[in-house]
């Protein structure tokens, strides 16, 4: 990666400030109506835009009061003006590019908090009654569950992972095992940033007692990868152990974006779970 990038996103109070004074000044009127209100944040993934050399890919989040996320009306060609726009005033010093953007309720806004559950519920609930008026596809809770599934499977096999690098690095270093790893810089600022961000976002749960948690499955690879001395005697080669993880992080990133996978990816997931299990003893 390139030493001329910090990988560091803009303090977001003062990004969002800039935003909104943009989409004025370029007579995006609608857009900043319905941004009025929003906070924004960063999420910096590992992997390249492929839109510069070394630039990474980003994507926006944008928190919205609940009435004003209800209201949110914008077409397909008003997000990719949205997302021109936002890539337009990052700082290109940053190396990140953004890629995408994305919509939520804030969570300070909605009052009375239910559970899960219940808004699940009531989300099933609604669909179900304006199926018909929208045209709804009728398949959307069965292609859920299956998410769900695919879900529950990397969740086990990400954490399996962590849990064993954690396992053989303590073995070999002790407790300040971190440290004595050959980790990346890039993945190192990754994980401050991740962890710079939470610390802003008071309401995201604190993710784990160790930086291993702030990774996601291709960091972890490279980690596996760039320590092989010391993870080699666990996997027949290290081809095999990267490549199923870089095939799992594929299927992540799918999941991660709300985007269905399709029975090819569930089988790459469900095999390489199994694989990776039997491989380290889990079943």
Same mark, same amino acid.
């Given at each position: ?60 989040? @944008?928190? +919205? !009061?609940? *009435?004003?996320? #209800? ?5 397909? $060609?008003?997000?990719?003006? /949205?997302?021109? =726009? ?47 008026? @929208?045209? +709804? !596809?009728? *398949?959307?809770? #069965? ?5 769900? $599934?695919?879900?529950?499977? /990397?969740?086990? =096999? ?52 160790? *930086? ?72």
């Amino acid at each position: 990666m390139s030493s001329g990038f910090s990988y560091t996103p803009p303090e977001e109070s003062v990004y969002m400030k800039a935003l909104q004074v943009t989409l004025k000044k370029r007579g995006f009127q609608k857009i900043l109506d319905c941004l009025q209100n929003a906070r924004c944040s960063f999420y910096v993934s590992s992997s390249f835009s492929r839109i510069r050399w070394d630039g990474l890919s980003t994507v926006l989040t @944008f928190g +919205l !009061p609940l *009435d004003d996320y #209800e209201r949110l009306d914008l077409s397909d $060609e008003d997000k990719k003006e /949205l997302v021109s =726009v936002c890539d337009s005033i990052m700082p290109k010093e940053a190396g990140l590019d953004i890629t995408g953007i994305e919509f939520s309720p804030d969570i300070e806004s909605l009052g009375e908090v239910n559970t899960l559950k219940d808004d699940l519920d009531k989300i099933r609930d609604r669909l179900k009654q304006s199926a018909s008026k @929208f045209n +709804l !596809p009728r *398949d959307i809770i #069965e292609k859920g569950n299956q998410m769900a $599934e695919a879900y529950v499977y /990397l969740y086990v =096999v990400e954490n399996y992972i962590r849990l064993f690098v954690e396992r053989v690095a303590a073995e070999k270093y002790g407790t300040a095992y971190f440290s004595s790893l050959n980790i990346p810089a890039a993945v190192k600022r990754l994980i401050a940033n991740r962890k710079a961000q939470e610390a802003k976002n008071q309401w995201i749960s604190v993710r784990g007692g160790s *930086d291993l948690f702030y990774m996601d499955f291709k960091e972890l690879g490279i980690i596996i990868q760039n320590n092989w001395d010391l993870f080699k005697q666990y996997f027949p080669d290290q081809a095999w152990i990267c490549s199923k993880i870089d095939e799992l992080g594929n299927c992540r990133n799918l999941i991660a974006h709300n985007s269905v996978i399709g029975d090819h990816e569930r089988d790459v997931i469900r095999v390489n779970f199994n694989s990776i299990a039997k491989q380290l003893g889990l079943v």
